[in-house]
C-alpha cells in the first residue's frame, strides 16, 4: 500500500500565491509519474499537472504559465507552485501517483484533497 499525503491548501485572494505538497510513502519500488488533478461541484475530475520519472511534464492549458510542478525523487514528493490564482481555480486539489510496484504492476493512488479556495 501507498499513502499520499497533501499539504499547502488555503484560501488566497486573486493574483496570490499557494504551494501544494504531496509526500508518497509505502510499498514502492518506484514512481513513475506524479501529479495534481482537481474537482469543483458539477464538473469532472481535470488533470492540472504532471511530472514522469524522467521529469517531463504536462500542464493543463489553463495554468500554464502559472503554475510550476516539480519533484524531489529522494523524499518522492511533488509540488505545486501556484501563481496569478484566479477565481476558477477555486476547487479541491487531489494528488496523484502512478507506483511500480514489486510485484511488477503499477497502480494509481489517490491522496484524500486539500482545499484551495481564491477569494477576495
Known amino acids: 500500500q501507498v499513502q499520499l499525503v497533501e499539504s499547502g491548501g488555503g484560501l488566497v485572494q486573486p493574483g496570490g500565491s499557494l504551494r501544494l505538497s504531496c509526500a508518497a510513502s509505502?510499498?514502492?519500488?518506484?514512481?513513475?509519474?506524479m501529479g495534481w488533478y482537481r474537482r469543483t461541484p458539477g464538473k469532472q475530475r481535470e488533470l492540472v499537472a504532471l511530472v514522469h520519472s524522467g521529469a517531463s511534464t504536462v500542464y493543463n492549458d489553463s495554468v500554464k504559465g502559472r503554475f510550476t510542478i516539480s519533484r524531489d525523487n529522494a523524499k518522492n514528493t511533488v509540488y505545486l507552485q501556484m501563481n496569478k490564482l484566479k477565481p476558477e481555480d477555486t476547487a479541491v486539489y487531489y494528488c496523484?501517483?502512478?507506483?511500480?510496484?514489486?510485484?511488477?504492476?503499477?497502480?494509481?493512488?489517490w491522496g484524500q484533497g486539500t482545499q484551495v479556495t481564491v477569494s477576495s
Open positions: 509505502g510499498s514502492i519500488f518506484s514512481i513513475d509519474a
Open positions: 496523484y501517483s502512478r507506483v511500480h510496484s514489486d510485484d511488477d504492476l503499477d497502480y494509481d493512488y
